[in-house]
């Protein structure tokens, strides 16, 4: 699955036995895959930033996008794999079979909790074998106490959180069919996948529903339902997460002032830019900009 995919990249850490972590940082490239099934085998996909596209061999397709976590069981038959121009993430890659006396330690350490693996695999099997998680509650918290944590202790810190996340899926309950998100029809994805490029290229414009459901060439009831399944996540929810990445790359690298900024991402005035900004990375733009010139 992705570790074959990782393979030979990132940095590879074995945090216990049964469980290998990869934190990399790649530049987008489509990449083709033989499918294969390895026996109680499942990984957990952190996409700290940019956005990766799997496809399955029934053409359905999925995207894990920044802040999500991805979920793929064993029998995942994936195909291809394209990613954005640049994709940071951490992958968790975990052998059931070679795990399974750790997390019972685990559990017993927090009063004999059970993990109901025969409901997760039978869970993910009716969704695809694949789902994604976020944006909840449970996810911005992950990546909100990520960026808090020291590089060396984001590989511990990701299979804490999937061993908790293992625990959410294996506790029957409705809303995790509103909290996760299942694969979409090849045509309708990549309808989207178009528009989304547009959107990219057309931050600093008004983009509304009626306008890229127009630009898609579906209805706006297909669009955002469409959307919110492939990318996990409203329209209007992807595309200021998208403004406000765009918006940090030229703190970073320009010299725009905070009012060229958020004229560059579609805000009018810098109040309402700034309050966004803070929003996302936890402080004004003018102070990330400090601190990226110092870094």
């Not at 085998?41 to 999925?62: K, N, P, R, Y």
């Not at 997460?241 to 810098?270: D, F, I, K, P, T």
Request: net charge neutral; charged share 20%.
């Amino acid at each position: 699955m992705l570790a074959e995919f990782l393979a030979g990249q990132g940095k590879w850490e074995q945090v216990m036995p049964g469980v290998r972590v990869c934190q990399f940082s790649l530049k987008g490239r489509p990449f083709s895959l033989s499918p294969r099934q390895v026996p109680l085998h499942f990984e957990v996909l952190f996409c700290l930033s940019g956005a990766v596209t799997l496809t399955w061999q029934d053409d359905t397709m999925l995207t894990v996008s920044a802040r999500q976590v991805m979920i793929l069981d064993n029998h995942s038959n994936i195909i291809s794999i394209q990613m954005d121009v640049l994709v940071e993430g951490i992958l968790v890659e975990v052998d059931a079979r070679r795990v399974r006396e750790n997390l019972k330690t685990i559990c017993g350490l927090l009063g004999d909790v059970t993990l109901d693996m025969d409901w997760v695999w039978k869970w993910m099997n009716n969704r695809g074998k694949c789902v994604v998680e976020g944006p909840t509650d449970w996810s911005r918290a992950v990546f909100a106490n990520l960026s808090r944590l020291p590089q060396s202790e984001n590989a511990r810190w990701c299979v804490w959180k999937s061993v908790e996340l293992l625990y959410f899926l294996g506790n029957p309950r409705e809303q995790q069919s509103e909290d996760t998100v299942p694969a979409l029809d090849r045509k309708v994805a990549q309808a989207l996948e178009e528009t989304c490029r547009y959107m990219d290229e057309h931050l600093d414009e008004p983009l509304t529903i009626p306008v890229l459901s127009r630009q898609a060439c579906l209805s706006a009831t297909t669009f955002k339902e469409g959307f919110r399944r492939l990318y996990g996540m409203p329209v209007h929810t992807w595309l200021r997460q998208r403004r406000m990445e765009h918006a940090a790359e030229l703190l970073r690298n320009s010299s725009l002032s905070v009012l060229g900024v958020a004229q560059s991402v579609g805000y009018g005035s810098a109040s309402q830019f700034t309050a966004a900004f803070r929003r996302q990375y936890g402080m004004a733009p003018a102070m990330y900009r400090k601190m990226s010139e110092s870094a």
